[in-house]
């Protein structure tokens, strides 16, 4: 039975564990159901917001004043394209870890980086999601959308997905125009795990890995940094890394290290992107700027492994969590000149 529920409490819905009530509710388990609720929403002019797994997003104390739909879709399907090539095709709603597990356990290559992360499928290809030396956008070969423009579902490759760092059109120049219904990826059956990240080649020092040891290494190395939602304990309430990793010129970073040499601070970490830029890790700016691990304000804090991610203490308001990323933005930005991104999507704080 179709029925879109009211005052749905949204805090359960995010790994932050914070957010107020949404409006309206739809927690869609087929395409039929997603069409439907964006009528509802057009016949009655609501604003639309469209929830995965939760794990990347800040909704405001007040909540949703609109509908938040929920893509539940799930199913996965596989189709040998040839003896090395399998296309995986996961539905939006997908536990994305569980889907890297299925993935591995059938020996297929592409996704094993990404073990440990939380979240639904669907969210991968909007902020083209990347750790430990892989990207989504290396193994996704389509994404299957509803259009909210033209009201079709259509098929985009991947070159029409504009992905780059943390980011596509999904969530830069088509925002909210496409729902992801699906995402088809192609893996190597068989295929040998990349080992490039830092932490993977100490971990793993010359021996080469397979598919089922890169997970398990991966899955470690998050949770000794507390990056693994599922482990729970004073860390696990968060989103994740809240600020982007900021890239700057070559001139810039010389700038930034030179001012870091003066205020007694050696070796600026930093990684290549192309000749002209390079990556710097937030959480070392955000630790040089005088936020400890563990840093703790009223109910927030910062994790106590990792200072890229802040974290609900306990009875967080979404409002301290604002005042702490500015705090540290203010900071980061007096010591350093950079301003940092935040990561996560707002939601409701439009007022
Ligand atoms: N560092 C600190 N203090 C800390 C932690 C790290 O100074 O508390 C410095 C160290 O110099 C370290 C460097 O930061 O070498 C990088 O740290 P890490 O290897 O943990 O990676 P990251 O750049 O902080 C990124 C992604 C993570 C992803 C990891 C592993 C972004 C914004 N974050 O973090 O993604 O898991 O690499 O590949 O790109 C996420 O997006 O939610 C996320 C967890």
Not at 120 to 128: C, D, L
């Amino acid at each position: 039975m179709f029925a879109i529920e009211e005052n749905v409490p949204l805090a359960e819905f995010t790994t932050f564990r914070i957010g107020g009530k949404a409006r309206f509710f739809m927690q869609a388990t087929n395409e039929t159901e997603i069409i439907k609720s964006l009528e509802f929403a057009e016949r009655n002019n609501l604003k639309v917001f469209i929830l995965g797994g939760g794990s990347n997003v800040l909704i405001s104390d007040e909540g949703f004043d609109g509908l938040v739909l929920q893509i539940a879709l799930k199913g996965i399907s596989t189709f040998a394209e040839n003896d090395r090539t399998v296309f995986v095709t996961a539905q939006a709603g997908e536990d994305w870890d569980e889907f890297v597990a299925f993935c591995v356990e059938k020996n297929l290559q592409g996704v094993e980086c990404l073990s440990g992360i939380p979240g639904f499928v669907g969210g991968t290809p909007v902020q083209n999601v990347g750790a430990y030396g892989q990207e989504v956008s290396e193994s996704i070969v389509s994404v299957r959308v509803f259009d909210r423009q033209t009201k079709e579902i259509k098929k985009l490759i991947n070159s029409e997905c504009g992905f780059a760092y943390r980011t596509s059109i999904f969530n830069s120049t088509e925002k909210n125009r496409y729902i992801i219904l699906a995402v088809t990826y192609a893996l190597k059956f068989g295929g040998e795990p990349k080992v490039v990240y830092a932490d993977l080649k100490k971990h793993f020092a010359d021996r080469k890995p397979n598919l089922k040891e890169m997970r398990q290494a991966v899955c470690e190395i998050r949770a000794d940094k507390a990056m693994l939602v599922r482990q729970g304990g004073a860390d696990a309430q968060s989103a994740g890394s809240f600020f982007k990793n900021p890239i700057v010129s070559a001139e810039k970073f010389a700038e930034i290290e030179n001012n870091a040499e003066n205020l007694g601070l050696e070796n600026v970490p930093s990684y290549k992107i192309d000749g002209q830029n390079v990556k710097i890790p937030a959480a070392w700016l955000i630790e040089n700027a005088g936020f400890r691990k563990g840093f703790i304000k009223g109910n927030v804090g910062l994790s106590t492994k990792h200072t890229l991610a802040i974290t609900n203490r306990g009875q967080a308001t979404a409002k301290e969590i604002l005042n702490l990323m500015e705090e540290i933005q203010k900071n980061v930005k007096d010591r350093f000149g950079i301003v940092l991104k935040p990561e996560p999507v707002f939601v409701g704080f439009e007022k």
